[in-house]
């Protein structure tokens, strides 16, 4: 203000000075109301900053749930990367940070308890004076405005929002079939259909679908006593493309054969052999027990065929599937017990088909397949016959083929079961977009 008065004085002493006494508060209004704009103008910016910041680091968290101490971490590196003019560690703390579920149908968020399951992540990116980050002002200083006042801004990511539990990629013909009695139980999950025939998604008499969504881009034929819940197409606007359109085959997949024409595993209890290249499939019969230790298996060239009665199980396993007929055979009685990795490259990948083959993929009747992570067979048909289950039993399960059948091979009576929790349950790869910021 002391400027302002001398600037007047000087004006006073001016030979003009009956002008002066018009100008000079003229001067001091002007200037005002231009500090007032300039700094207007600058709260605006640092808000829509704070908006970006709150949002990139929602998103960067969700996409790395439910692990919450790595969601946690996340949210702040990407914050700290958005950071303008801000002190460091300041605009979002672990205090402004909160989890909680996302409802779809009401677009509401829901806290959630330290132990409770969460699906999304809330941020408030602010600069207050309390945390001694607000944003200073301009031209305000000269009034006596030190700062533009508490600002905050809040963004809700979601995980793994509309990602579907089952894909079919098909562009035309029959993408999903559901045989008599046969069954898809999604619970929270999305099914998703690409082609764009009318027959789609075909389902015989007492077929079931339960999903969060049953989306095509062509139509459905539906014979009687079938249930289809929700609707086909009811609140859904997209089909969801390939989700791991980008995801690179593994490093080993190129390595050399470990073993060639390997003779059946007949009747052992065997550890095989971590990363490993199978040249010419590898058979499991004889009652056998095969334990994958965690690692990547290639098989090339030849089926991975499980006889009755035998078993493979692994934790933290990618399978990778390469050359002409590489397909997978589980014959009757078969039983299956794998997890995909939860970390790396290609996390929460179980099966992954080489892009420039496909097949058919049988799992034939009463197999018992229990299968957390993702079947990827993007050239590829899935076949589920004759009471077979698939299921996840405590994480994800996803199925990205081609086409997939489920019961059609089977005459008797048969009623095959496809069960999947959550995909937001899923380990995320850093291929895949896997979040959403919905608020």
Known sequence: MKGFRRLGRAFKRNENGSAALIVGPAM??????????????????????LLTTAQAAASAAASVMPDRNKAAEAALTYAEANLKGAPPGTVVTYEDIQF??????????????????????????????????????????VLGIDSLGDMSMSATASRFDGLPCINALA?????????????????????????????????????KITAEEVCLNGGYVRRSSNEVTPEPGMGCTTVAQDPFVNLPPPPT????????????INGELLGLIQNAVYCGGLHITGNSTVVLPPGVYTIRGGK?????????????????????????????????NLSAPTEGPHAGIL????????????????????????LYFPAGTLNVNGNSTVSAASSCLMIVADSINIDTKVTGDSASTVTAPNSSLCPPSPYVKRSVVVM
């Open 28 to 49: 001091v209004a002007l200037l005002g109301v231009t500090s007032v704009s300039v700094d207007t103008m600058n709260a605006f910016t640092a808000k829509e900053q």
């Open 171 to 207: 562009d035309s013909g029959k993408g999903l079939t559901l045989s008599s009695k046969a069954k898809i139980e999604m619970g929270d999950c999305p099914v998703h259909v690409q082609s764009t025939s009318s027959d789609a998604l075909t389902l015989d008499s007492t077929a």
């Open 100 to 141: 909680g579920n996302w409802d779809k149908a009401t677009h509401t968020f829901t806290p959630a308890g330290a132990g409770d399951a969460a699906n999304a992540i809330r941020v408030t990116a602010s600069r207050t004076s309390a945390k001694g980050n607000a944003v200073p002002t301009i031209f305000g200083r």
């Open 304 to 336: 991975l065929k499980v006889d009755a009665g035998s078993t493979l199980m692994g934790e933290g396993v990618t399978i990778y599937l390469t050359g002409n007929d590489t397909v997978l055979d589980f014959s009757d009685s078969a039983n299956i």
């Open 253 to 264: 997949s190129s390595d050399s054969c470990l073993f060639t024409n390997k003779p059946p």
């Open 351 to 374: 099966f992954f088909q080489d892009r420039n083959y496909g097949g058919q993929h049988n799992l034939s009747s009463n197999v018992n397949a229990t299968l957390d992570g993702a």
